[in-house]
């Protein structure tokens, strides 16, 4: 997950391979969530073999483990929105850490603040591998995702409903739309200067609990 601020990108979370040699690592477990929070700097040239990355972790540290969820920059610059992904307890180890589906990024403090009170409509239930973006009016659309055990769902069930979050008011809205797109998940999302969002590519399903059928890129969505 990965913002542009300015001249520098933000970093949160990701997956961290489990050594081998680990008796934490077995075939189904090979990977644990990062809750890293580090930047790259863009204000310098420099060369790909050492790029100036500064680590904010000890003073940034996410409250969990994250990985696919989706960022974006809002409130004038000053905060950054982290929507959905999947929650790891870095002490047990264990998915589903909380229950908010929105955190927050302080760029001025370089602290995390949930979604918090005064926080108005029906929330979003938690998912991943959302199709996210934000207007010049700070509404966030969020698209689609996908729930299973690392959401905290018995079934594997890919979504296609579309919410709003009004980051002036912290307003929630569930937009029962007749022609939205299909149900996916880890597809893109562009928003172009005519306030459409076109969405490419990504996974699909047939009926809940059945297995991903990936999307052809020329089926676009808007």
Same mark, same amino acid.
């Given at each position: 997950m990965a913002t542009l601020v300015n001249d520098r990108i933000y970093f949160f979370g990701g997956s961290r391979p489990i050594p081998i040699t680990s008796p934490a690592w077995n075939q189904t477990h090979q990977y644990n969530l990062s809750d890293e929070v580090f930047y790259l700097d863009l204000s310098s040239p420099f060369t790909v073999n050492l790029p100036p990355f500064t680590d904010l972790s000890a003073i940034s540290r996410m409250p969990f483990g994250c990985e696919r969820g989706t960022t974006v920059l809002g409130n004038s610059g000053v905060r950054i929105f982290l929507v959905g992904g999947v929650q790891q307890n870095m002490e047990t180890? !264990?998915?589903? #850490?909380?229950?908010?589906? $929105?955190?927050?990024?302080?760029?001025?403090?370089?602290?995390?603040?949930? /979604? !918090?009170?005064? #926080?108005?409509?029906?929330? $979003?239930?938690?998912?991943?591998?959302?199709?996210?973006?934000?207007?010049? /009016? !700070?509404?966030?659309?969020?698209?689609?995702?996908?729930?299973?055990?690392?959401?905290?769902?018995?079934?594997?069930?890919?979504?296609?409903?579309?919410?709003?979050?009004?980051?002036s008011l912290f307003e929630w809205s569930n937009l029962s739309l007749p022609n939205h797109p299909p149900k996916r998940n880890l597809c893109t999302a562009t928003l172009l200067p005519d306030g459409k969002i076109i969405y490419i590519g990504g996974v699909t399903q047939n009926f809940p609990g059945g297995p991903p059928t990936r999307v052809s890129m020329n089926e676009v969505s808007n």
């Open positions: 180890f !264990g998915y589903n #850490t909380t229950n908010s589906s $929105l955190w927050i990024y302080n760029l001025n403090s370089q602290k995390w603040e949930t /979604n !918090g009170p005064g #926080t108005y409509g029906p929330p $979003l239930p938690k998912r991943r591998s959302t199709a996210t973006v934000i207007d010049k /009016n !700070g509404v966030i659309y969020i698209f689609g995702g996908r729930v299973g055990v690392d959401t905290g769902s018995d079934v594997f069930i890919v979504l296609d409903d579309l919410f709003t979050l009004e980051t």
